[in-house]
């Protein structure tokens, strides 16, 4: 079974500071790992998304995350907030795909983090 | 390239109206679907997914069905809405050998009066 962990439920920093958003998860199976930015009424769309390549993935907007299988993390940061960062993000796991059939790459998300950017 | 479609973007109904959102995904074949809904302060809670025409299963018992009439078509019905279906609903899709992650779709604004 796959989870997903998001530390803090709600983010504020001041434009120019670090964005770090903590993911943690939890997989039987070597994980598929993306992250989903969500703005208001609108969509998830996707930032970036971990398939065992490279452990530092860069992503739209800035943004970037790091696959630490020995922390099994995930979290996301971005050098300098602007106020367009302002949304909610949402970590989330797949346990990939199987030739057997029992696994199709279903996504177990968190519970989201809300990102509040102050001028 | 792949695209998806969801509509209404909002919908204002009366308690114990029916309900139907409609979903299509082009220019791939076979997808999987996925239909999700989001309530205040909840996250996203997955309803039903699809990895073929008719092939339908329930993540959780509630007030809704959905059904897959066609190999790119998703609709998320109710016969008689309540209270507690009002909430923001959203379609995806991922590649049939999956693990590479969703496409949304913009979602529907449902407020059941």
């Known amino acids: 079974a796959q989870s997903v962990t998001q530390l803090g439920s709600h983010v504020s920093v001041s434009e120019g500071a670090l964005v770090l958003l903590r993911c943690n998860y939890s997989?039987?199976?070597?994980?598929?790992l993306f992250w989903y930015v969500q703005y208001p009424n609108q969509g998830l769309q996707l930032l970036l998304k971990?398939?065992?390549?490279?452990?530092l993935v860069k992503g739209i907007n800035g943004f970037e995350a790091e696959f630490k299988k020995s922390e099994t993390s995930f979290h996301l940061t971005k050098p300098s907030a602007h106020m367009s960062d302002a949304a909610e993000y949402f970590c989330?796991?797949?346990?990939?795909?199987?030739?057997?059939?029992?696994?199709?790459?279903?996504?177990?998300f968190g519970q989201g983090t809300i990102l509040t950017v102050h001028p | 390239s792949q695209t998806i479609h969801q509509w209404p973007a909002t919908l204002v109904q009366p308690v114990g109206s029916p309900l139907s959102l409609e979903c299509t995904v082009e220019?791939?074949?076979?997808?999987?679907l996925y239909w999700y809904r989001q309530a205040a302060g909840r996250g996203l809670q997955l309803l039903f997914y699809?990895?073929?025409?008719?092939?339908i299963s329930s993540e959780v018992p509630q007030n809704l069905s959905a059904s897959r009439p066609q190999d790119r078509q998703f609709i998320l019905s109710s016969k008689k809405l309540l209270l507690s279906d009002s909430g923001f609903y959203l379609c995806?899709?991922?590649?049939?050998?999956?693990?590479?992650?969703?496409?949304f779709g913009s979602g529907t604004r449902l407020t059941v009066v």
């Open positions: 995806a899709w991922s590649a049939a050998r999956g693990g590479y992650g969703y496409t």
């Open positions: 997989s039987s199976v070597p994980p598929y």
């Open positions: 971990y398939t065992s390549a490279a452990t």
């Open positions: 989330a796991v797949s346990d990939g795909w199987n030739a057997g059939g029992t696994s199709y790459g279903k996504l177990t």
């Open positions: 220019g791939t074949s076979n997808p999987n």
């Open positions: 699809s990895i073929g025409i008719d092939q």
